[in-house]
């Protein structure tokens, strides 16, 4: 209907506003609901129990809450999906993805490429959930399913190396077994899985989608199947979006497009700048030459993003000495807000990884990722370029561990 995803964003769950006579999203805190008819309120009740939408009464905020829902309306519009279900954070939602994997099809294993989101990770690898994962990459996804294997798990662009991962090879290898795709760094405004296959959009809406660091929330796209399911878990589990988290997400859809425009565009910049300099020996971002090797850009995913991983030559304490020597950049995990933040995942995001796991995923002690925000990117080199020169100039007044040749 509507063509452009900038007018989407604005208008997304906002079409009886007028109707209801107002023009700012309204914000439901009610925990319980008035009964009026028993009959009906308890058919309601079994039907949302069930993973089912209220039949007219909500009847416990638990079950359903007009803010969350109209949020939820928002986000599925926007991936292009029948529905969307919305968690308390980006984790609530893959354990409820993960639940509800398991609901649908017998099994307690999981595939999963790494590198993914050290947490989701750890969830993974831990027996939190009685669940068996075969960690394998991008190509090996066929050869690690087993006839209990219940989902498949990839994330693009990959976090903290920003590798992209081929969605619809994935799904092919996948066979029917459902794919869920966490899209947190790609947005809907870049990337929507599962128009290409994936049965499951995951985002962790605290990033960009909420985008202004004030939010934590979660949020999986899918088929109106998958959204009951998820729904069943949600009800059952208790892992609620509060409807003051889903306003402030829903106000954040609306600038989504345009701020991730603008970061995109920094980060290019930025990302160009960091490859020339010096202190810099790798940066890992799709948007440079040799960033994309399969080719994905533009087909898979609509621009590189706002985010850039670099390697500093110098392993942890190069890391750390350019962490503190910023001025404008603050040094923090998270990402997709209005401010540029940079992080350090061996010891951070990623400090929960088995050395193995960090190793196989390019986690190296020199690597930091940068989530450029809105401000002048002519601002963010000046405070880059002044802490990389510093280093620069640490590293030669620093004897080199190694020996130097005799002579020279
Ligand atoms: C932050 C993040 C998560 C976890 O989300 P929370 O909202 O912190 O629970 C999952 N995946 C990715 C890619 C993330 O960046």
């Known amino acids: 209907m509507t063509s452009s995803l900038d ?3 604005v208008h997304a769950g906002r079409g009886d506003l007028a109707g209801l006579g107002v023009h700012a999203l309204p914000i439901d805190l009610s925990t319980t609901y008035p009964l009026g008819g028993l009959e009906e309120a308890a058919a309601s009740l079994a039907a949302m129990a069930s993973g089912g939408k209220p039949l007219g009464n909500p009847v416990y ?10 949020c939820e309306e928002a986000v599925a519009e926007l991936e292009g999906t029948a529905e969307s279900v919305a968690f308390a954070s980006g984790m609530a939602a893959l354990t409820a993805c993960l639940l509800a994997a398991r609901m649908r099809r017998d099994g307690h294993h999981v595939v999963a490429v790494r590198p993914i989101y050290g947490t989701s990770d750890h969830l993974l690898s831990s027996r939190l959930l009685g669940l068996t994962t075969t960690w394998t990459t991008a190509r090996g996804v066929a050869a690690a399913l087993r ?3 219940v989902l498949v798990i990839i994330e693009t662009p990959a976090n903290p190396t920003l590798d992209l991962v081929d969605i619809q090879d994935v799904v092919r290898q996948a066979g029917d077994v459902p794919v869920l795709v966490d899209s947190t760094f790609a947005t809907p405004i870049l990337q929507r899985p599962c128009s290409l296959g994936a049965a499951l959009t995951l985002h962790s809406a605290t990033k960009f989608l909420a985008g202004h660091g004030d939010v934590i929330a979660g949020v999986v796209a899918c088929n109106a199947e998958w959204a009951s399911a998820l729904r069943q878990v949600r009800v059952a589990t208790g892992a609620l979006l509060h409807p003051l988290a889903a306003y402030l997400l829903h106000r954040g859809l609306a600038t989504l497009p345009a701020r991730v425009r603008i970061a995109q565009a920094g980060a290019h910049e930025l990302a160009r700048r960091l490859a020339r300099h010096p202190a810099v020996a790798r940066v890992r971002y799709p948007g440079l030459p040799g960033g994309d090797p399969s080719g994905l850009l533009g087909r898979q995913m609509q621009g590189p993003g706002a985010l850039v991983s670099f390697e500093v030559d110098g392993g942890f304490a190069a890391a750390a000495g350019l962490l503190a ?4 950049i603050t040094p923090a995990v998270s990402l997709g807000a209005t401010d540029t933040l940079i992080q350090h995942p061996a010891s951070l995001t990623h400090g929960v990884v088995s050395p193995d796991g960090r190793a196989a995923g390019g986690i190296t002690p020199g690597l930091l990722r940068l989530s450029v925000g809105l401000e002048d990117p002519k601002d963010l080199w ?8 510093r280093q620069a100039l640490a590293d030669r007044a620093t004897p080199q561990a190694t020996p130097a040749p005799a002579a020279s």
């Not at 020597?325 to 404008?328: A, C, E, S």
Request: proline share 7%; aromatic share 0%; charged share 30%.
């Open 147 to 149: 006839p209990d294997t």
């Open 7 to 9: 007018t989407l964003a």
């Open 382 to 389: 000046r405070d880059l370029e002044a802490a990389l020169d």
């Open 325 to 328: 020597d910023l001025r404008l």
């Open 61 to 70: 905020a638990r079950l359903h809450n007009p803010t969350v829902a109209r």
